[in-house]
């Protein structure tokens, strides 16, 4: 570098030699280097955007690569360039990109593949149809295109079209536990062929025992065909593998209303409406309150926003503090950690993030304040305010502002 400071191929070498080393700033400064002596660059094109990958930076590795000299022979490059794009959330330019690869290189599947799944997230079923359908005439067995194929006909309910595709790709990896229990959910949730899609679930769960969504479906079959024993059993336990999954606890408030359990089903319910909204599952909430009485709403109610605190070990991160003091109004950063089950504290920072002021509550009184003066305010009576509502946070955190309260829900 002495002699030659602006040889691109040098500074990215060094580049590289850092990078494996793991001195990523470094290695940085070397790729910048040689990327402002050669603005195309592909290889300080390609690393600088690799190093804002790491970042999390999609959109600026995007930005980066979309400047390599390699793009133009490179179907691999486009791919990655389109990956960073869709990362980023700038999907219609993904598939700008996409659609200019396919144009140059219309043999190559994995291109055809990527565009189809973008064209399906534009809502643009026909071209991802006709994408899919191009890969598997050249490459029948392309798994992942195949069941794509078979998912974009099942979502917009063409049903028989979805059960030839995944047929097909069964007879050709019969132990596709994903293939099997898709099929096999398909058919259960339209009341169709029935002890056949539970053969395919079973099929399904027995290569993944474990597996939440596999457990749902074969609740769901067990629903479907009036086995409620069997389908609440197989649902609670999806529900406990997949404890956010709005779907499965759809089900479960299904099978407990079947039951005559109102109150259970109303529950089940508020948990698929909070992870995934929806029309149909609002309505059954609606039926369930005009049956429910308003204190057992309450109770329930209460009993569901103490749930997620029940296990809460500790909790901390940055905060923002928002207020009026005496008509004026007052903000301030700062850092709030809770450790179960008594410690509270909140450090308010100043200039550089650098703490100025703490406040700390641990066992069941112990209270300990900077001193602070607000001119118009009795430190006492703003003493005893903060520690009453450092006392309420905490009884939320532990989940005791919930308990005890008599409510009702109307």
Avoid at 185 to 208: M, N
Avoid at 228 to 243: F, G, M, S, V
Avoid at 335 to 347: N, T
Wanted: hydrophobic share 40%; glycine share 8%.
């Amino acid at each position: 570098l002495q002699r030659d400071g602006e040889n691109v191929a040098l500074r990215t070498h060094i580049g590289e030699i850092y990078f494996l080393k793991g001195d990523l700033e470094t290695a940085a400064v070397h790729f910048q280097h040689a990327k402002a002596a050669q603005p195309d660059n592909p290889g300080a094109c390609l690393w600088l955007a690799i190093l804002a990958e790491q970042k999390g930076d999609f959109s600026g590795a995007a930005d980066v690569l979309a400047q390599s000299a390699s793009l133009k022979d490179e179907a691999a490059l486009n791919l990655r360039l389109s990956y960073y794009l869709t990362q980023a959330n700038r999907l219609k330019e993904a598939v700008a990109v996409l659609e200019a690869g396919h144009k140059k290189w219309p043999n190559n599947d994995e291109i055809s593949y990527f565009l189809a799944l973008g064209y399906d997230d534009l809502k643009q079923l026909d071209k991802a149809v006709v994408l899919l359908k191009d890969v598997l005439k050249s490459k029948p067995d392309f798994r992942d295109a195949r069941f794509q194929l078979g998912a974009l006909y099942e979502k917009n309910n063409r049903i028989e079209d979805a059960e030839r595709e995944f047929r097909a790709l069964i007879e050709q990896r019969p132990n596709d536990a994903s293939a099997l229990n898709y099929l096999g959910y398909s058919l259960t949730d339209r009341g169709l062929k029935l002890p056949e899609a539970e053969g395919l679930i079973r099929r399904a769960v027995a290569a993944d025992p474990g597996n939440g969504a596999y457990r749902d479906s074969l609740g769901w079959s067990h629903y479907k065909q009036g086995r409620y024993l069997e389908a609440r059993a197989e649902l609670l336990a999806a529900a406990k593998a997949l404890p956010t999954d709005g779907t499965v606890w759809d089900h479960v408030g299904d099978v407990y209303q079947v039951f005559g359990d109102t109150g259970a089903a109303w529950t089940a319910w508020r948990k698929a409406d909070a992870y995934e909204s929806s029309e149909k599952v609002r309505k059954k909430l609606a039926a369930a309150e005009g049956a429910m009485a308003p204190d057992d709403l309450g109770r329930r109610s209460l009993e569901l926003a103490a749930a997620p605190l029940a296990d809460l070990k500790g909790y901390g991160g940055a905060c923002e503090i928002t207020g009026t003091v005496l008509g004026r109004p007052v903000r301030y950063a700062g850092l709030l950690s809770y450790r179960a089950p008594a410690e509270l504290s909140l450090d308010l920072l100043g200039p550089l993030f650098v703490p100025v002021f703490r406040i700390r509550l641990s066992g069941e009184d112990s209270f300990e304040m900077d001193p602070i003066r607000i001119e118009g305010i009795d430190p006492e009576v703003l003493q005893d305010a903060v520690y009453r509502s450092f006392q309420l946070m905490r009884d939320y955190l532990r989940g005791r502002l919930f308990e005890g309260r008599p409510a009702e829900h109307h």
